[in-house]
């Protein structure tokens, strides 16, 4: 007569890996990923689901196929190993794109009358473009007008040209409290008083002073004769 006529337990097997996943990061290293599905077998009839992940998370080299062996239906060993791998990806920087600094002082104006022009930088260094990161946009340098007021042309070549002189001008009969001092054609800066007034003019070079519209020495100033 037929007996133990119920199944044999199937116990369940590891299908193939599946295809990696796509890289979890775009650069600076990220994560992949791959499955397999107890499907082969699948277990049945109380047999026991397959052991491990079904998901590899390390590196590996390439997994045999998964020997198992059958007697009979009765199921054989399960899958060995894990069922996932992770491996590192895009390990390559991220690029850094350039940015601007602050733009640093105005440089002197080019000159001291007529129009001149000032500049001042900044620098592509917050952040320096790094691997392959693009440089800053636009110009890193600033121009500007400035002493756009006319210069003034001294034709006496025994004068030169003052920005800031006192409105008096020492003559053969008067002088003034504070003389301009020249030296070496350049003008030796002196403060005036809160209540002081400067100056655009040509006056007259140290040693010299104003005598019927021209600049002579004080030693030739006509000496009118005396009773």
Aim: hydrophobic residues 15%.
């Amino acid at each position: 007569r037929d007996c133990n006529t119920h199944h044999c337990p199937v116990h369940g097997g590891w299908s193939e890996f599946g295809d990696w996943s796509e890289c979890s990061a775009e650069c600076d290293g990220g994560t992949q990923t791959r499955t397999k599905q107890c499907n082969n077998p699948a277990p049945m009839h109380g047999g026991d689901d397959c052991e491990g992940e079904g998901e590899e998370t390390r590196e590996f080299g390439d997994w045999s196929e998964c020997s198992a062996e059958c007697d009979g239906g009765t199921g054989g060993d399960d899958c060995e190993g894990e069922g996932e791998e992770t491996r590192d990806c895009n390990t390559h920087h991220c690029p850094v794109h350039g940015g601007w600094s602050e733009f640093g002082d105005w440089s002197e104006c080019s000159a001291e009358c007529d129009g001149g022009t000032q500049t001042r930088t900044k620098e592509c260094n917050n952040p320096a473009p790094m691997h392959g990161g693009d440089d800053c946009e636009g110009e890193g340098e600033e121009t500007r007008d400035c002493n756009t007021h006319d210069c003034l042309e001294c034709e006496d070549e025994n004068s030169v040209y003052n920005e800031c002189a006192k409105q008096c001008t020492e003559t053969c009969t008067e002088s003034c409290d504070m003389p301009m001092v020249v030296h070496d054609d350049k003008i030796v800066n002196f403060n005036f008083g809160d209540d002081d007034q400067c100056f655009k003019k040509c006056e007259c070079r140290e040693g010299y002073v104003s005598h019927e519209g021209e600049c002579i020495e004080k030693q030739f100033c006509p000496v009118h004769g005396g009773w």
